[in-house]
């Protein structure tokens, strides 16, 4: 089945410049901006600029340039933020939210970059 991109959602509007965002970063082909609903000290996002669904949609069909600027961008991020563990940073976790089961609100890509306090367990049961 192939992928259907809804060029009505909340972060292509962001991409189109008809809703405002808050910026971290741009570059040719990401973009980066604080969660409107952050939930953590440091919760930012991090968007392929392309028409992409998922992160498996991405993966699989996102040019070696894409790739490439969308991993580097959210690495810029985390060098920005000062979270990296290996430099000193008290650590993050990054989690891309796909589908149904992944509780996806935004039907487009997205990267949720959180950091500045202990995150706890990485999974709770709905409901816990
Ligand atoms: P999810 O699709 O479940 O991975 O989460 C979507 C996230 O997008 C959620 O944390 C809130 C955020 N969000 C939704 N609408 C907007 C918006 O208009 N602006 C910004 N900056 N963030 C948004």
Same mark, same amino acid.
């Given at each position: 089945?192939?992928?259907?991109?809804?060029? %009505? %959602? +909340? =972060?292509?509007? +962001?991409?189109?410049?008809? +809703?405002?965002? %808050?910026?971290?970063?741009?570059?040719?082909?990401?973009?980066?901006? #604080?969660?409107?609903? *952050?939930? &953590?000290?440091?919760?930012?996002?991090?968007? *392929?600029?392309? *028409?992409?669904?998922?992160?498996? /949609? =991405?993966?699989?069909?996102?040019?070696?340039?894409?790739?490439?600027? =969308?991993?580097?961008?959210?690495?810029?991020?985390?060098?920005?933020?000062?979270?990296?563990?290996?430099?000193?940073?008290?650590?993050?976790?990054? +989690?891309? %939210?796909?589908?149904?089961?992944?509780?996806?609100?935004?039907? /487009?890509? /997205?990267? #949720?970059?959180? &950091?500045?306090?202990? $995150?706890?367990?990485? $999974?709770?049961? *709905?409901?816990?």
């Amino acid at each position: 089945m192939a992928y259907t991109y809804d060029t %009505n %959602n +909340i =972060f292509a509007k +962001i991409l189109r410049g008809e +809703i405002p965002c %808050n910026k971290v970063l741009e570059t040719e082909h990401s973009l980066a901006f #604080h969660d409107v609903r *952050p939930q &953590a000290p440091a919760h930012i996002l991090v968007i *392929p600029k392309g *028409p992409f669904v998922t992160f498996d /949609h =991405f993966a699989l069909e996102a040019s070696d340039a894409e790739r490439a600027d =969308f991993v580097a961008a959210i690495g810029t991020v985390c060098r920005d933020l000062g979270i990296q563990p290996g430099e000193g940073g008290a650590g993050y976790r990054v +989690i891309a %939210n796909s589908g149904d089961h992944g509780v996806q609100e935004v039907m /487009h890509l /997205h990267v #949720h970059i959180l &950091a500045g306090r202990m $995150l706890g367990r990485m $999974l709770a049961k *709905p409901g816990e």
